[in-house]
């Protein structure tokens, strides 16, 4: 019975997961990522005869730059299975352990449990949008390795922060075989922490690490030298297409403003979040971690945007943040648990704080987070300030309901969402009432207030996907039911044309070979594998894309929809398109094939 108990977190983490994956959707691929370059060097494997004109295809293959272990598995995958289906199961089998990795972790660094269902509940694809560096912590959509590489990376660290250290090694071995550029960030912070402890790592200690990680990660390990003599040579258009089309990831000084005012409010609540912890020596470990991020951060700008060194660009020290968002959950629900247990008006802000983070209703605007970030300082020195400030006590209630009010009439008179928000202000005061009449009356309290809880989320839920429609499970090109027009007019190409045939798409655009199974002329998100790709690839990507009206940066879409008729005939006449696809309003004066709501396929002659 004792033992049964043990597993019952199971229950919970299940249901969060489900939670989680009908929340937050599921994308076979994403347009603004570039997720699906993984998939056309899959299919080529898996069936020789397709894409075999793919300038990207020959690259991967020439440069082998896939050393993720699984990859020589997925072609056979392909051929025998539905992959979409594959995608959807390995997306709810990873996240099911990476939330039980969360759950884990949190309650390693905080001792409690309520925080660590709070920080699974936090888990989102909000996430994304939370931290610089595209590290893209939550995967809604097919990633060749990422899947298997973040829940081993979270667990990993489990045991480190429980001081296993032989046993986080070997984890972090397992890792290595999956994706070992995100691993080198763990084993960086590792390291960075072993220099702050040199006592607590004796040789012996130190030796049965390495070791622990060797064998595990020896699989890849051996690829590494053929991986690091391939694509050696770099020149002025290697970097300019490392900026054109990796700038989000690698390029801070190209990062729009809103972007680091966004991190900037993440960071700081961390960071208040973190001196919040109970354990003084569990503070300063995880500080050590967000230090060792700093420095890549910091070595991955010098190096990119001051004095340009590739293999610094190629190891996209930015993405490292991730590390820091998987210790920046537990922190947080911790704090938000410490709030909860304090004042009613505190369990406002705190269930506020959570959704608004979520990016569930994303009627909630970035601009409530200040306010939220001032007024949960405010509270917890209400004291202090009161010392300061006498004619101040009892009134900040009044001046967090104030300020409140007067960022919601702001958005109600110049922005969208004020009434659905209004609606979900409503319900979570009504929530509250009833928590606190339970506590009043106490009767079954710990029961009764996880029913409530979990009404509360099941209503907010189903709240949430009426207004949205349902699900966002994107699967075999439809979602909602509802074909996308960018897989119809892939559909309708694989169809209409012969395989070796070439394709002219708009390069703003990406992923046009997922269902049309053809080669492209080549798109933003090929261009931005070149950054691990050869000279040779790096080259021919260029030159083609300034063929069909990419010249600039940022300037892909303006330049496309600007070509001229006879331009696009003498760019496919070069590079031997039989195909051109473009998005509406933009129009060729070509044979048109097919057309829906916002595509068009033309023929050349």
């Known amino acids: 019975m004792a033992s049964a108990k043990k597993y019952l977190f199971l229950i919970p983490l299940t249901l969060i997961t489900i939670h989680a994956f009908l929340m937050n959707g599921h994308y076979y691929v994403y347009q603004y990522l570039t997720v699906g370059t993984y998939l056309d060097p899959i299919v080529a494997k898996a069936d020789p005869s397709l894409l075999k004109d793919s300038l990207y295809v020959h690259a991967v293959n020439r440069t082998r730059v896939r050393l993720c272990i699984i990859d020589d598995l997925f072609p056979s995958i392909y051929q025998h299975f539905d992959f979409e289906t594959f995608a959807i199961v390995q997306e709810i089998a990873s996240l099911f352990f990476m939330l039980a990795g969360i759950f884990a972790l949190t309650k390693v660094i905080s001792k409690s449990s309520p925080a660590g269902y709070v920080a699974t509940l936090l888990y989102t694809a909000e996430l994304n949008n939370w931290t610089l560096g595209s590290p893209s912590p939550y995967l809604n959509f097919f990633h060749h390795s990422l899947p298997y590489t973040y ?246 209630s009044l001046l967090f309901i104030a300020s409140l009010s007067a960022v919601f009439l702001y958005q109600a008179l110049f922005d969208l969402g004020s009434m659905r928000l209004l609606v979900f202000f409503s319900f979570m005061i009504i929530f509250l009432q009833c928590w606190r009449f339970l506590e009043l009356y106490r009767r079954n309290v710990i029961t009764n207030f996880l029913v409530l809880t979990i009404l509360f989320i099941v209503l907010f839920d189903l709240g949430i996907l009426y207004h949205r429609g349902g699900p966002a499970i994107y699967y075999h090109g439809r979602i909602r039911a509802k074909l996308d027009s960018w897989a119809d007019i892939q559909m309708f190409a694989k169809k209409h044309s012969a395989k070796d045939d070439i394709f002219i798409i708009p390069p703003y655009l990406n992923d046009f070979g997922v269902y049309s199974q053809r080669a492209t002329l080549g798109d933003w998100a090929e261009g931005s594998n070149g950054i691990y790709l050869d000279q040779q690839f790096n080259h021919d990507w260029y030159s083609r894309m300034r063929d069909i009206g990419w010249i600039k940066l940022h300037g892909a879409e303006e330049g496309y929809n600007n070509l001229t008729t006879e331009e696009i005939q003498r760019a496919a006449q070069k590079h031997v398109a039989k195909f051109v696809v473009t998005e509406k309003p933009k129009t060729f004066e070509l044979k048109k094939l097919y057309e829906n709501e916002r595509f068009i396929l033309y023929e050349v002659l």
């Open 151 to 396: 829940p081993l990376m979270v667990w990993s660290m489990v045991f480190f922060f429980q001081k296993r250290y032989p046993i986080a090694l070997m984890v972090a071995g397992i890792s290595w075989n999956f994706h070992p550029m995100c691993t080198v960030f763990l084993l960086f912070a590792y390291f960075t922490y072993s220099l702050f402890n040199r006592k607590e790592f004796t040789t012996k200690k130190v030796l049965s690490c390495i070791a622990a990680f060797v064998i595990p990660a020896f699989p890849t390990l051996i690829k590494i030298p053929n991986y690091l003599s391939a694509g050696t040579s770099y020149d002025l258009i290697w970097l300019t297409v490392a900026r054109w089309t990796a700038w989000f990831t690698c390029f801070p000084s190209m990062w729009p403003l809103s972007w680091i005012i966004r991190a900037g409010l993440f960071l700081l609540f961390f960071i208040i979040s973190l001196f919040f912890l109970p354990d003084n020596k569990m503070r300063k470990g995880i500080l050590m971690f967000i230090v060792s991020v700093g420095i890549m951060c910091l070595l991955g700008t010098i190096f990119a945007d001051l004095y340009p060194i590739p293999f610094i660009i190629k190891l996209s020290l930015w993405r490292s943040t991730i590390i820091y968002l998987f210790l920046a959950l537990p922190c947080i629900a911790y704090l938000l648990i410490t709030m909860f247990n304090r004042s009613i008006l505190l369990r406002f802000l705190a269930i506020a704080i959570m959704i608004l983070l979520t990016g569930y209703l994303q009627c909630f605007k970035l601009y409530y987070l200040p306010v939220f970030i001032c007024f949960l300082l405010v509270f917890v020195y209400e004291n202090r300030l009161v010392i300061s400030f006498p004619s101040l006590q009892g009134r900040f």
